[in-house]
């Protein structure tokens, strides 16, 4: 009976064991997107938004060149968006070249970069390469949370005078790292981070944004390269009811099991005692 019951006990910590290891700290970012290697992504997988955006957005080397004529005082972001999402640890690197950007004549920064957009109460997390009106030339990383209707900023801000490089969002459980580059060939280095939602990110962006200023922007922010425990178009396979489902079944197969070989065993030693009797 007692071999029994460490049988019991061994299979039903092997089975919620497995299930637990799915989340751990190490993470295959198995899913990826070349949009430099395979341009044709441009078409199926992300879209042109903002004022103008058919004229403005043009499709460059896997990504785009967004260009703002600065006849506008407040134009907004324009540029594309992501129709999938992105679930799990992921990393969303891209390639910049500033053709022109002007000094601003007040507003919050002209600039281009990448933005992580989670939806609902959670907001977003930008990397830009920008001129702030105050600050001057440089990288920032910005969060923005909506809360009792207004929606409320942090900007970290990094000097840089570099016109062509790279930048980089990694998330990893609930923290976004913010990576640059100040040249393509360069490595990868980390700015700063930010804490940010675990859970899936419905949108991310490529921008370029004059900031409330007349200003010309032209930018390139091309070679995008997303890899991710997953990308989807619905609803995550982690988030999924099916996926707690699957796991639901697979501990009660794997108690039912034990508890079949424990009927099994007392059936057994019954039919000894009688035969022995």
Same mark, same amino acid.
């Given at each position: 009976?007692?071999?029994t019951?460490?049988?019991?006990v061994?299979?039903?910590?092997?089975?919620?064991?497995t299930?637990? *290891?799915?989340s751990?700290?190490?993470?295959?970012?198995? *899913?990826?997107? *070349?949009?430099?290697?395979?341009?044709r992504?441009?078409?199926?997988?992300?879209?042109?938004?903002?004022p103008?955006? !058919?004229?403005t957005?043009?499709?460059?080397?896997?990504g785009?060149?967004?260009?703002?004529?600065?006849?506008?005082?407040?134009v907004?972001?324009?540029?594309? =968006?992501?129709?999938?999402?992105?679930?799990?640890?992921f990393?969303v690197?891209?390639?910049?070249n500033?053709?022109?950007?002007?000094?601003?004549q007040g507003?919050?920064?002209?600039?281009?970069?990448?933005?992580l957009?989670?939806?609902?109460?959670?907001?977003?997390?930008?990397?830009?390469?920008?001129y702030?009106?105050? *600050?001057g030339?440089? =990288?920032?990383?910005?969060?923005?949370v909506?809360?009792?209707?207004?929606?409320?900023?942090?900007?970290?801000?990094?000097?840089?005078?570099?016109?062509h490089?790279?930048?980089?969002?990694?998330?990893?459980?609930?923290?976004?790292?913010?990576?640059? !580059?100040?040249?393509?060939?360069?490595?990868?280095?980390?700015?700063?981070?930010t804490?940010?939602?675990?859970?899936?990110?419905?949108?991310?962006?490529?921008?370029?944004?004059?900031?409330g200023?007349?200003?010309?922007?032209?930018?390139?922010?091309t070679n995008?390269f997303?890899?991710?425990?997953?990308?989807?178009?619905?609803?995550?396979?982690?988030?999924s009811?099916?996926?707690?489902?699957?796991?639901?079944?697979g501990?009660? !197969? !794997?108690?039912?099991?034990?508890?079949?070989?424990?009927?099994w065993?007392?059936?057994?030693?019954h039919?000894?005692?009688?035969?022995?009797?």
């Open positions: 009976m007692k071999v019951r460490t049988i019991f061994a299979v039903l910590s092997m089975s919620l064991t299930s637990s *290891d799915s751990g700290a190490d993470r295959d970012l198995k *899913d990826v997107l *070349d949009f430099a290697a395979r341009p992504l441009l078409d199926t997988h992300l879209t042109r938004f903002g103008s955006s !058919a004229r957005v043009v499709k460059d080397s896997g785009a060149r967004i260009r703002l004529t600065g006849d506008k005082k407040s907004g972001q324009t540029g594309m =968006y992501s129709y999938f999402s992105l679930a799990g640890d990393e690197s891209v390639t910049y500033l053709v022109q950007l002007q000094s601003p507003g919050y920064g002209a600039s281009v970069g990448v933005v957009d989670a939806e609902g109460t959670v907001g977003a997390v930008t990397l830009a390469r920008g702030h009106p105050t *600050d030339q440089g =990288y920032w990383l910005s969060r923005s909506p809360a009792n209707g207004e929606t409320k900023y942090s900007r970290q801000f990094f000097p840089s005078t570099s016109k490089g790279r930048l980089a969002l990694h998330r990893k459980g609930n923290t976004v790292m913010g990576m640059v !580059a100040d040249l393509p060939s360069e490595p990868l280095r980390e700015l700063t981070t804490p940010f939602t675990a859970g899936t990110v419905r949108q991310f962006r490529l921008y370029a944004d004059n900031g200023s007349p200003t010309v922007v032209d930018g390139r922010l995008l997303v890899k991710a425990e997953e990308i989807t178009g619905g609803i995550p396979e982690m988030e009811a099916g996926g707690w489902w699957r796991t639901a079944v501990v009660i !197969a !794997a108690v039912g099991v034990a508890l079949g070989g424990l009927v065993f007392r059936r057994r030693k039919k000894k005692c009688k035969i022995q009797s």
